[in-house]
């Protein structure tokens, strides 16, 4: 089974950015949206951001306005673009094509966000 390979972590300082790609090959085949979303050391997972079919994106709450999702233009890749990195950002990132609607991704907590990837952990340094 074809398992996604989120990539573009890393460590940087607050205000900082990074890019994380995840091939889709690796997704839901039946899938009317991807995303992504983030689980910080001892939380719950939480999604940060979706796109569906449409191209129509959500971002969770705290995001405002510093992060971008979108797909090349073949739709191989999803990429989350991610600006101005704040410390309370620092988790692992996985990218998810168990999603059915934009808004309740981001909206989701817990066990409900599910990815077959492994991530790819970003770490925000004050």
């Known amino acids: 089974q074809v398992q996604p390979v989120e990539s573009g972590g890393g460590s940087v300082q607050a205000g900082g950015s990074l890019t994380l790609s995840c091939p889709t090959s690796?997704?839901?085949?039946?899938?009317?949206?991807m995303g992504w979303f983030r689980q910080a050391p001892g939380k719950e997972r939480e999604g940060v951001a979706a796109?569906?079919?449409?191209?129509?994106?959500e971002y969770a709450e705290f995001v405002q306005g510093r992060f971008t999702i979108s797909q090349d233009s073949a739709k191989n890749t999803l990429f989350l673009r991610m600006n101005n990195l704040k410390p309370e950002d620092t988790a692992t990132y996985y990218c998810s094509g168990d999603c059915i609607e934009i808004t309740d991704f981001v909206r989701a907590k817990g066990d409900t966000l599910k990815s077959r990837g492994q991530g790819t952990l970003v770490t925000v340094s004050s």
């Open positions: 796109i569906d079919d449409l191209g129509y994106r």
């Open positions: 690796g997704l839901s085949v039946d899938t009317y949206c």
